[in-house]
């Protein structure tokens, strides 16, 4: 096996957590399989005198804690090649691990954790020694709820006698947001220093929150000092009334204000329910509560999923809400402005975008234009054709001779039939052509002969109308050896 995998007789299976000076390590001695805890120092700090006495220091406090509420410590070893002690292995996260991760199974878990906690510091304090540093970092917690406490590199002895009334501490040493006021102040701790930091631990667990927070650590200091803590419940509605008196006194300014000792606050907290409901279990009830009104709410679509559930309870599936479309208030003004446009033109066909108005030519009067009348259908005439009388298709305008077609007696040129010169047509008046003999109407054929009316009289021929194409012959000069010839054709009796 790698030299760089053993120190001092350990195997090192695997790096725990690591610090600014040292680093904790999972190891098992040669041998045996049982797995241990090493807080082995860093080599660049290995030679520091200062940090080999804190070692010493944190190692003498935890051989004296035999108390379920401790690790056990073992066996400790400095010397020029490395630095370490080692103690028990406790395989769970920190309190502050838990309290990220799992709130609501660590609060379900609070009273044995609280219990364990309070009996392990009374037990240290009995011992006349203190803490200082107790955080949710500094605490080891299983799912069962049992706890070790961890890290006695600020731990010192108790004050007695005028010590505890008028000593000073050197400097401010802890965490800030779990110190205690008067060790800001610089005065010599005592056991309500300790419960002054635990009350914030469990505050915290209660909450998911600490006590007090501020923009910069000075900031959070003077809120130590100067400002009064607010009841867990105010952050926590679960948590009860009688807790919250326990955890308040817990968080006095004024030491004296506090219990007196652990055992005390042991007590206190032994007689009172922490939560109106098991944490867990609200936690379930709230999870089943967000699933029906996500299964009643219209904007969960349809699935397999959700249409199982909402069927075993009988729930009617979401109808889906149709979105209303924003009109343009001004693009709507604009529709009904063109709209009584349009009206009021009466209907007048628009022009294309762009194009000029047509404007009747300067000194022409715009004259209407005179509609034709519709013919009436005339008996025995088919429909689409002329009837007798009217101008054939081809026949030219009206008003104009044919070719070959002399003119009638008074007809001007350009003149219609029938108009009176000088005097110009009527719109809608018809022209006025030749009069033309009367064609009697054709009678329908009877299916049936019937004796009683006389045979209708047939129509006379209409005169056959000039076509284009043949134009009316004129009168030919006749001679005499014309007459002859002709004559001699004749068979004259």
Not at 268 to 279: I, T, Y
Not at 383 to 404: A, S
């Amino acid at each position: 096996m790698s030299e760089e995998m053993m120190v001092g007789g350990y195997e090192l299976r695997n790096c725990v957590a690591s610090g600014s000076t040292t680093q904790i390590w999972e190891v098992s001695a040669q041998g045996s399989p049982m797995q241990l805890a090493m807080k082995l120092m860093l080599d660049e700090h290995r030679k520091n005198s200062a940090e080999r006495a804190v070692l010493k220091h944190e190692f003498k406090i935890g051989k004296l804690m035999e108390h379920p509420s401790f690790l056990r410590f073992h066996e400790i070893e400095i010397n020029r090649d490395h630095s370490f002690f080692v103690m028990d292995y406790f395989r769970s996260p920190s309190l502050k691990t838990h309290i990220t991760a799992n709130l609501p199974a660590v609060q379900s878990a609070l009273p044995k954790l609280a219990e364990s906690l309070t009996m392990g510091f009374h037990f240290m304090h009995e011992l006349g020694w203190l803490h200082r540093d107790i955080k949710p970092d500094n605490v080891l917690v299983n799912k069962a709820g049992e706890a070790r406490i961890i890290d006695f590199s600020l731990s010192c002895r108790v004050a007695s006698g005028l010590g505890k009334l008028f000593g000073k501490t050197k400097q401010i040493q802890g965490t800030r947001t779990y110190i205690a006021p008067e060790t800001i102040l610089k005065k010599k701790p005592t056991p309500q220093t300790d419960m002054y930091s635990l009350g914030v631990t469990l505050f915290e667990v209660m909450t998911g929150v600490p006590v007090f927070a501020g923009d910069s650590p000075n900031a959070l200091l003077k809120k130590h000092l100067g400002e009064d803590a607010v009841a867990p419940s105010v952050f926590n509605d679960n948590v009860t009334k009688e807790v919250d008196r326990v955890i308040l006194r817990m968080l006095e300014k004024k030491p004296e204000k506090r219990f007196e000792s652990m055992q005390e606050v042991n007590q206190a907290l032994r007689s009172c329910r922490f939560f109106e409901k098991d944490p867990l279990e609200l936690l379930e009830e709230k999870k089943a509560e967000a699933k029906r009104l996500a299964a009643e709410s219209v904007d969960v679509r349809l699935d397999s999923r959700a249409d199982a559930d909402r069927t075993a309870r009988g729930i009617k599936a979401p109808a889906k809400v149709k979105k209303k479309v924003k009109i343009n208030p001004r693009l709507l003004k604009e529709e009904e402005e063109r709209k009584a446009r349009e009206a009021g033109q009466g209907g007048a066909a628009p022009q294309m975008p762009g194009a000029m108005p047509q404007m009747p030519p300067m000194g022409v009067p715009q004259m209407p234009m005179p509609q034709m009348p519709m013919q009436p259908m005339m008996p025995g005439v088919m429909p689409g054709m002329v009837p007798p009388g009217m101008p054939q298709p081809g026949m030219g305008m009206p008003g104009m001779p044919m070719p070959g077609q002399p003119m009638m007696p008074g007809q001007m040129p350009g003149q219609m039939p029938g108009q009176v010169p000088g005097q110009p047509m009527m719109p809608g008046q018809p022209a006025a052509y030749p009069p033309q003999q009367p064609v009697a109407p054709q009678q329908p054929v009877p299916q049936a002969p019937v004796a009683q009316q006389p045979a209708a009289a047939p129509p006379a021929p209409a005169p056959p109308a000039p076509t284009a194409a043949e134009p009316p012959k004129e009168a030919e000069n006749v001679t005499t050896e014309d007459m002859i010839d002709l004559m001699s054709q004749l068979d004259i009796e």
